[in-house]
């Protein structure tokens, strides 16, 4: 590279920034990348389990069970709020 | 008085009608517990109840619930507690918990004794529990992970391939000057160097002109201020 190219804003911010991600540790960021990838996969295998384990019968019975850490959250999430 | 007197009886009214009502609770839920243990306790039970302790536990997270349901609707135990708030955190604290434990118990005792109603048995209900609670895992851990600090990594990412694959837009000379390296070292000249430290301040240097040969020694000498750093540099 040519000296008088150094200078560019754009160029600097742009070296700038792959210099923090060198810093801060290059493995530690493609993991947390990857870890999205991971729970996704993971969601997918939950689904796939759900899939085959719910019947026209058991619905109900699914339909319960996802709403207890729901109602629960949002009812915990609610009642911190009003206690302030 | 007479109005105070008056208020006083409504209040006795209302306690003993919220107390009769209570009691009306309390052996409902008696009834209600003594049933269950009953079929906790019955051999005829679907085998999957007696691994790993399965009746105990529905019938414990049972308990829990109604006798804290019961503590809850008391009046005298909220009105003997002072303070409101720590009161409300502490049910949020402990209320919580129970009841999922006690929803959950219930939901197996359903399974457990209707099987074929719902079309599972409680070992496939045990799988279902958990796959439930994987997902709510891990949309969970996804939203703790897709936060504006990762877009920015993948900015950072972007950026760093361009740093790598950046190239020069200054084309190179078709026949660029080779250097020859002086074994002494390399020749110092400086050609009308004039500096000034403000616009409108005297300048420090003016024209100044000089060659350094390699291998020279050379002392500079004058006032103070007279900028022997600037022909340092």
């Not at chain 2, 209302?14 to 517990?33: C, S, T, W, Y």
């Not at chain 2, 074994?183 to 110092?188: C, E, H, L, T, V």
Request: with cysteine.
């Amino acid at each position: 590279m040519d000296i008088s190219e150094l200078t560019d804003h754009n160029i600097n911010l742009c070296f700038e920034d792959a210099r923090r991600l060198i810093e801060q540790g290059v493995t530690e960021i493609f993991t947390r990348q990857l870890s999205v990838v991971v729970q996704l996969m993971s969601i997918t295998a939950s689904y796939a389990t759900l899939a085959s384990l719910v019947n026209r019968k058991s619905w109900p019975i699914l339909g319960l069970m996802a709403s207890i850490p729901l109602l629960k959250n949002s009812a915990s999430v609610h009642t911190v709020e009003s206690l302030g | 008085m007479l109005v105070q007197e008056l208020l006083k009886a409504e209040l006795n009214i209302e306690q003993g009608i919220a107390g009769h009502l209570i009691q009306q609770e309390v052996v409902f839920l008696d009834r209600q517990k003594e049933t269950l243990l009953r079929l906790a306790r019955n051999q005829m039970a679907r085998r999957e109840l007696l691994i790993f302790g399965a009746k105990e536990w529905i019938v414990r997270g049972y308990t829990e619930l109604s006798e804290l349901m019961v503590r809850l609707t008391d009046p005298k135990s909220v009105s003997d507690t002072l303070d409101l708030k720590e009161t409300q955190a502490q049910v949020v604290r402990r209320f919580f918990p129970q009841l999922d434990t006690g929803f959950r118990s219930l939901i197996y005792l359903f399974v457990a004794f209707n099987p074929d109603y719902f079309g599972m048995p409680i070992s496939q209900l045990t799988f279902l529990e958990t796959a439930v609670d994987g997902i709510y895992a891990s949309v969970s851990n996804l939203q703790n992970y897709l936060s504006d600090k990762l877009i920015r990594d993948i900015f950072s990412i972007r950026n760093l391939f361009e740093c790598i694959n950046f190239k020069s837009k200054v084309a190179r000379p078709k026949n660029p000057a080779t250097y020859v390296p002086h074994p002494n070292g390399m020749k110092i000249q400086a050609k009308d160097v004039s500096f000034k430290y403000h616009e409108k301040s005297q300048p420090v240097l003016r024209n100044v002109n000089f060659t350094i040969e390699p291998g020279e020694l050379v002392s500079i000498v004058g006032y103070n201020g007279s900028g022997f750093p600037l022909k340092r540099r």
